[in-house]
């Protein structure tokens, strides 16, 4: 059985004033993410971290989101941040490293990315 955060329900003001678990705030940022809308992505995210800031993987997709935007720097935070709450989650700390050597490429500057 899950546990009651797992459950916790929201009023998501980005879905018609529907009711929806924070789990599907996140999956909802993936189908944006896929379809491109980047920034309506990144806003489920946070909106998802913000009502659980430990849900796995949102932390991950946000990085990734974060690096096809170029902003090495948030992509670097947020996987540090999942590293933390999954130190096993291989993809994770693959995307640091990778974005990590990236960022020390440009010098910082940002860059336009596909992970």
Known sequence: MREYSDYLMC??????????????????????ARSGNLDAAIQ??????????QILDAH?????????????GAAIKEYETELQLNPKNVKALGRLESARN?????G????????
């Open 11 to 32: 009023q998501d003001r980005h879905n018609g004033g529907n009711v929806v678990t924070i789990s599907e705030i996140s999956h909802i940022g993936l189908v944006l």
């Open 102 to 106: 990236q960022l020390r490429l440009t």
């Open 60 to 72: 991950y997709n946000l990085g990734l989101v974060f690096a096809i935007k170029g902003d090495l």
């Open 108 to 115: 910082g500057a940002k860059t336009i990315t596909r992970p």
């Open 44 to 53: 489920k995210f946070q909106s998802a971290l913000q009502l659980n800031p």
